[in-house]
């Protein structure tokens, strides 16, 4: 059976590389992903970064002015660093372009995002829920009243809103508790590209569980991972390139072989099946060069043509 027999895949739209990143390949990697049979586009942001990076909104707005179906992510945003409302009314907007293909990926952010934008660390899961409440509000409701901790609105109205009854929001996590807070709060979760395989595999258990706990269906519930890839007839060849984006992005050599997949079309075949062993029921690819032939090359490893 062929891997798309078994579960979704997405592809990664080309926003962040050590060098400029030319529009006509993200034009071409979103209307053939889309042609070739990939459910969704997704990006990563990384507003203050070493590295070229698109910010997500621009360029999925972009995506969908190319594209009519393909559904369009973000993972993760890191809501700290915005204002709730803003948030809410980006993606409402981009659900509204696209004709209801949005979704948006959420996470708490590191270190770096609260020294850079100068968020207080303090209460910052309490922060985090009062922010996934004022979202949701002003896509559901007429006028928002919210006398929050850290957010206040008094009868703020939003247009347009998502066109999607529901518009999806995931959530990338790896704490146990953070699992559980997905289970909970998100619908979908997705495995962060920098985080180990192995890890991955831990996780997935303490969400499904947790899902069951609150009455929600597990095989239902979108279980994913990012997985920075490279393929190549030449295994030595593929090493080199994901080797260089651990080196320059991650700044970590080791999370070539913890994290990402390589090789030739068979090998990366064998280790995707391995991930969807583990209980992946969505995975989203993520070349890191030659973007547009890769694309080619790993529907074929998928079964996609």
């Known amino acids: 059976m062929a891997l798309k027999d078994k579960i979704a895949f997405g592809m990664s739209l080309p926003h962040r590389s050590p060098e400029a990143i030319d529009m006509g390949a993200v034009r071409r990697v979103a209307t053939r992903a889309e042609a070739l049979g990939f459910r969704d586009l997704w990006v990563t942001e990384n507003t203050l970064n070493e590295v070229f990076c698109f910010d997500p909104v621009v360029v999925l707005t972009y995506a969908a002015a190319v594209t009519s179906k393909i559904g369009l992510g973000a993972s993760v945003v890191v809501m700290a660093v915005h204002h709730p409302a803003m948030i809410a009314h980006q993606w409402a907007c981009l659900d509204y372009v696209s004709q209801g293909r949005a979704i948006l990926g959420v996470g708490l952010g590191r270190e770096h995002h609260y020294r850079q934008f100068e968020v207080p660390e303090e209460a910052r899961v309490a922060r985090f829920r009062e922010e996934l409440d004022i979202i949701r509000m002003l896509w559901a409701e007429g006028r928002v009243t919210y006398d929050g901790r850290f957010y206040h609105l008094k009868d703020e109205t939003m247009a347009p809103r998502p066109v999607q009854k529901r518009l999806p ?3 990338g996590v790896g704490h146990p508790n953070a699992l559980r807070r997905a289970a909970r709060l998100a619908d979908g979760w997705m495995g962060s590209g920098g985080s180990k395989i192995a890890d ?23 279980i994913s991972k990012r997985l920075f890839m490279a393929v190549d007839e030449k295994p030595e060849a593929a090493r080199a390139e994901l080797l260089r984006w651990f080196t320059e992005v991650y700044h970590n050599p080791p999370g070539i072989d913890l994290c990402g997949i390589y090789g030739t079309p068979e090998q990366v075949r064998e280790r995707l099946e391995a991930v969807v062993a583990m209980g992946a029921n969505h995975l989203l690819l993520n070349p890191v060069s030659r973007h547009a032939e890769q694309v080619e090359a790993l529907a074929e490893v998928v079964g996609l043509t």
Request: charged content about 20%; overall charge negative; glycine content about 4%.
């Open 169 to 171: 929001i995931w959530m």
């Open 200 to 222: 991955f595999a831990a996780s997935v258990p303490i969400l499904k569980e947790a899902l069951a706990k609150h009455g929600h269906d597990p095989e239902a519930f979108p």
